[in-house]
T-cell receptor, first 113, second 113 residues
Framework: EDKVVQSPLSLVVHEGDTVTLNCSYE??????LLWYKQEKKAPTFLFML????IEKKSGRLSSILDKKELFSILNITATQTGDSAVYLC?????????????FGTGTRLQVTL | NAGVTQTPKFQVLKTGQSMTLQCAQD?????MYWYRQDPGMGLRLIYY???????DKGEVPNGYNVSRLNKREFSLRLESAAPSQTSVYFC????????????FGNGTRLTVT
């Protein structure tokens, strides 16, 4: 059974802090790892990672994948209150007919003033 | 482009009633998915479809049926709703080639009393 585990489950930080969110996985036929941000509605896409060691960056957010140790991290620097959300990690596997994404339970981040 | 469109946005059912959640995508994606999201459980895959006329069970298929009538549409049916099916349901689509992320609809909030 495919498994995706995120840590911590929740986190409260002050505006301006840097945070690191973790995602580890055990899956068969790994294809990709994706990060999503979810506020009140549908998840919105942040990053897709397929190769080890290549950092993806978007503004204050960055992410990297380690396919040997089976984990990924999502870093957010200089956090702002608008970063408050649930961050979801998902791992894509190929079943032979379609790709299937398994999600972790998410990390709830709260950024306070 | 509308992307992925789900209807209805909200629904309240009594135990034992049936209903169909509709989903349509206009991105010419091959694969489509139904997820449910419950507090603290992340997103769990109910069913997915690699192409028109094919469907596969995900992690939590019991109590649901699906239908992929054509490339655009993928519906989820609850034949006899139960309170345990109270949840937020998300439809998503995915293009197998090109490494695009999963695209989500805006969700259906279903309450079964």
């Amino acid at each position: 059974e495919d498994k995706v585990v995120q840590s911590p489950l929740s986190l409260v930080v002050h505006e301006g802090d840097t945070v690191t969110l973790n995602c580890s996985y055990e899956v068969t036929n790994f294809r990709s790892l994706l990060w999503y941000k979810q506020e009140k509605k549908a998840p919105t896409f942040l990053f897709m990672l397929t190769s080890s060691g290549i950092e993806k960056k978007s503004g204050r957010l960055s992410s990297i994948l380690d396919k040997k140790e089976l984990f990924s991290i999502l870093n957010i620097t200089a956090t702002q209150t608008g970063d408050s959300a649930v961050y979801l990690c998902a791992v894509g596997v190929y079943t032979g007919t379609a790709s299937k994404l398994t999600f972790g339970t998410g990390t709830r981040l709260q950024v306070t003033l | 482009n509308a992307g992925v469109t789900q209807t209805p946005k909200f629904q309240v059912l009594k135990t034992g009633q049936s209903m169909t959640l509709q989903c349509a995508q206009d991105m010419n994606h091959n694969s489509m998915y139904w997820y449910r999201q419950d507090p603290g459980m992340g997103l769990r895959l109910i069913y997915y479809s690699a192409s028109e006329g094919t469907t596969d069970k995900g992690e939590v298929p019991n109590g649901y049926n699906v239908s992929r009538l054509n490339k655009r549409e993928f519906s989820l049916r609850l034949e006899s709703a139960a309170p345990s099916q109270t949840s937020v349901y998300f439809c998503a689509s995915y293009r197998e080639a090109g490494g695009s992320p999963l695209h989500f609809g805006n969700g259906t909030r279903l309450t079964v009393t």
